[in-house]
């Protein structure tokens, strides 16, 4: 009886042995097949030129979107609470949205895909340290992650495995549990844009790191809600989209191109449903900003509090009060402008950079590279480290056997 009871937990134990095997090699794989990059030096937007991503807008061609929201999926582990699909296309239907992205973790919902107000999207990440991305445009899910904490060329590896020219890849969230820091931000390539608003924190401080770097990327505004019925958590946060067409080609393109801009719906913070529904007529908008040689020219459609002109490293660099009309001259100084304004009732508007530029593409991105001999090296230490343990396995294993022999 003792002998099968002692085999039983021999069987056990082996059984759970070879299970960490393999989740130990399952988590470590993406660290052996990440490359180390080679970044880009920082640079400073400079040149003769100017970059407007307003010009020839159509006023009336305005999209409201919000691309990241959660329902119930996974058995409720990732906080959906009780938010079905149904009921989320409800609620932002009944708050005029124009189109949405249901962004569950490593999940497309393609069957809601042809209902003409569904983008297809995802949220991408299952590590322990959220460093997850909003991947828009996509009819599958990218598997890949790691699990544990990532360095800048791991970072690095999963934008360039997610990135294909005809999707949206942003950074989500960067300071939730300091999965990004601003340095990341100087040096990462290849995605299109920071998530600068969700419902209960701005990120503008990554943005600026980024853009004060010279890597030119555009906002993105989400609610990023995962409770449906939560006041504070939906219709508060949200992307303005100048687009022609809701179609998904078309609506990537224009956030591509930075024609955009970003609300933080701060006058609705706790109201219900109801009165979100009766304030949707006070929420600011954008009437035009142009460009007249050197000079900003900005228009909205009510007063507003205040008309910030922000600079490198995120500095304020001009600011008005009580009007809803600016007027800002760059300086040669000025590698970029973005403008926040706040309304009356603290609601606030972010809008993208306008760059200088000397080159015949103001647009031009700049792309991480692999470095063959770092990471060649780096393959040799991983290699080291498990011929390490697996020596070590070995050789407990035969120390075991030899005990057992003397033992017998």
């Not at 299970?19 to 794989?29: E, H, N, R, S, T």
């Not at 009780?82 to 189109?99: G, R």
């Not at 050197?294 to 001009?318: C, L, S």
């Not at 530029?357 to 990471?375: C, G, H, R, V, W």
């Amino acid at each position: 009886m003792n002998s099968s009871r002692f085999k039983l937990k021999k069987i056990i134990l082996k059984f759970i042995i070879i299970l960490l095997l393999i989740f130990f090699l399952v988590a470590i794989l993406p660290y052996l097949i990440s490359p180390v990059y080679k970044f880009p030096e920082k640079t400073i937007f400079k040149g003769k030129y100017i970059c407007n991503p307003y010009e020839n807008l159509d006023s009336t061609k305005w999209i409201k979107a919000n691309f990241h929201c959660h329902s119930k999926v996974w058995s409720g582990i990732t906080r959906g609470y009780n938010s079905s699909i149904d009921t989320i296309i409800y609620v932002y239907k009944l708050l005029k949205y124009d189109i949405i992205g249901i962004s569950n973790y490593m999940k497309i919902f393609n069957e809601y895909l042809d209902s003409g107000f569904i983008m297809p999207a995802y949220e991408h990440g299952y590590g322990l340290f959220k460093v997850h991305y909003l991947v828009i445009g996509n009819e599958r899910v990218n598997l890949i992650d790691f699990l544990f904490p990532q360095s800048l060329s791991n970072k690095q590896f999963i934008i360039k495995n997610l990135k294909n020219p005809e999707n949206i890849i942003a950074i989500v969230h960067p300071n939730i549990y300091n999965a990004f820091t601003e340095n990341d931000f100087e040096y990462l390539t290849d995605y299109d844009c920071v998530e600068i608003l969700r419902y209960d924190r701005v990120s503008t401080k990554y943005w600026d790191a980024a853009l004060s770097a010279g890597n030119l990327k555009y906002l993105l505004a989400d609610d990023d809600s995962h409770n449906i019925t939560a006041p504070y958590e939906v219709g508060r946060c949200f992307t303005m989209i100048n687009s022609p067409f809701k179609d998904k080609e078309q609506v990537i393109k224009a956030i591509k191109e930075g024609k955009t801009y970003a609300i933080d719906w701060r006058a609705t913070l706790f109201d219900s449903l109801n009165i979100k529904l009766q304030k949707l007529s006070e929420i600011p908008y954008l009437q035009y900003l142009k460009l007249n040689l050197d000079t900003i020219k900005i228009k909205v459609n009510k007063p507003a509090q205040e008309i910030a002109f922000i600079g490198q490293y995120g500095m304020r660099v001009d600011s008005l009060k009580n009007t809803d009309f600016g007027l800002y001259k760059m300086k040669d100084s000025d590698s970029y402008i973005r403008i926040e304004i706040t309304f009356f009732d603290n609601t606030k508007m972010y809008l993208n950079p306008l760059i200088r530029y000397d080159d015949e593409n103001p647009l031009k991105i700049k792309s991480a590279q692999i470095n063959i001999f770092l990471t060649l090296v780096n393959k040799l230490i991983y290699l080291t480290i498990i011929i390490f343990f697996a020596f070590l396995i070995i050789y407990s294993k035969k120390k075991r056997k030899q005990k057992s022999k003397i033992l017998d």
